[in-house]
């Protein structure tokens, strides 16, 4: 028996960060939502009991260091699951790009799973089993757009934000989020994006206002260590993308575009900058 699953990536429209905490991550405040760019998970039952990976991309592990290696194995282990599984991943969503790739690989293993050994996994369950691969796993599990709190695993679903392009564009560098959070001072940080004026955009339905209130507290450190990213924006901007924001901890960026005129436009300018340009819609 196969099961496919999608794992489409997200974009934050805003990114809080308000303190550090004692169990050293950050406390964090984000509107998340997700864009139709996604990896494509084929799972296949195996006679003997072992998890193999595959993948056309030659640029991700296939071993215990693949997230959707480590939801197999923490589903097998916590379920006491003998049989083993076989995981095809057919990647479209650039690495180490802020767009939660790795993580929403993960969560589609975990539901895809779930329906391969018909387990009956509730999601609240599957959510908590994400959590402890990753903070923005959770929110992979089940998608749409939603405030996440805590480290990202406390979610709140909301409706979807007015329907329109975007435009992806990641530059040739990877960033490591550890890097970027470790740099970031939360005591020290001037603009806290309003995640309630987002909220309001979204609940009007004023793509506008949406445009206007995104904001990303992690910018300001990756945008001054990868000096590529800043041009990238600015360039985004230039050639007339509505709202500009970089997701995640970078580095790539995206842009919000109302008008399909448009959208050619910033795809081609941007195509001159850097290869990994896609053009997409919002998942609503």
Request: with cysteine; aromatic share 6%.
């Amino acid at each position: 028996m196969k099961v496919f699953e999608k794992a489409p990536a997200k974009i934050n429209l805003s990114l809080d960060v308000l303190r550090k905490r004692e169990d050293g991550y950050h406390e964090v405040e984000m509107v998340m939502t997700m864009v139709d760019l996604a990896d494509r998970i084929e799972m296949q039952e195996l006679p003997r009991d072992t998890i193999i990976i595959s993948s056309q991309a030659g640029y991700i592990p296939l071993d215990e260091k693949n997230l959707a290696f480590q939801a197999a194995r923490l589903i097998k282990d916590r379920y006491d699951v003998k049989q083993g599984v076989y995981i095809h991943l057919d990647k479209k969503i650039p690495v180490a790009a802020g767009l939660a790739g790795g993580s929403s690989d993960a969560a589609a293993t975990l539901r895809g799973l779930n329906r391969l050994w018909k387990l009956g996994i509730p999601v609240e369950e599957l959510q908590r089993l994400g959590a402890e691969l990753g903070s923005d796993v959770p929110f992979c599990v089940t998608g749409g757009t939603a405030i996440a709190t805590g480290r990202g695993e406390k979610l709140e679903a909301i409706e979807a934000p007015p329907q329109c392009w975007v435009i992806l564009a990641k530059p040739p560098i990877n960033v490591s989020t550890s890097e970027i959070y470790g740099k970031l001072r939360a005591a020290g940080i001037q603009h806290h994006p309003s995640t309630s004026a987002i909220v309001e955009a979204i609940r009007q339905k004023r793509f506008d206002w949406l445009c206007d209130r995104l904001g990303n507290v992690l910018e300001e450190v990756t945008l001054e260590l990868y000096p590529e990213v800043r041009q990238l924006k600015e360039c985004m901007v230039r050639l007339g993308a509505d709202g500009v924001l970089m997701s995640g901890s970078g580095p790539t960026v995206f842009g919000l575009v109302s008008k399909e005129a448009k959208v050619a436009r910033i795809y081609n300018g941007l195509r001159g900058f850097c290869k990994d340009v896609y053009a997409v819609r919002l998942l609503t």
